[in-house]
């Protein structure tokens, strides 16, 4: 239960520093609803990136990432089973476009 609290103020409170250009830094939490369900109760990570100026539309930038998977503890009649922890580390590039000054748009491609 602690874990889940844990996963879910991380998730809804979960903030980064970001700019239009330079480095970023980032914080992520989240419940897996995927086949890691019944293994993992949370995950947490830090994300870290820095993105350059091309022009005044288009940026580009490298992003790496570290997320931690928390594994969930169960009863298996009387032997409690200990499932192993899951890492991530996703390496990605990314583009961001400025239609106007106040928003943009990109996305992010990359590998775990």
């Given at each position: ?10 998730l809804f409170f979960g903030t980064g520093a970001m700019a239009q250009e330079g480095f970023k830094l980032g914080f992520q939490g989240g419940l897996p609803i ?79």
């Amino acid at each position: 239960m602690k874990n889940l609290i844990l996963g879910l103020a991380l998730l809804f409170f979960g903030t980064g520093a970001m700019a239009q250009e330079g480095f970023k830094l980032g914080f992520q939490g989240g419940l897996p609803i995927n086949e890691y369900n019944d293994v993992l109760g949370v995950v947490i990570g830090v994300d870290a990136g820095y993105m350059w100026a091309l022009g005044e539309v288009v940026d580009l930038g490298v992003d790496i990432s570290y997320i931690y998977g928390f594994p969930e503890k169960f009863r298996e009649g009387t032997i409690l089973v200990d499932l192993p922890s899951i890492q991530f580390l996703p390496v990605a590039a990314s583009v961001r476009i400025w239609p106007s000054n106040s928003f943009s748009f990109g996305v992010d491609a990359g590998q775990a």
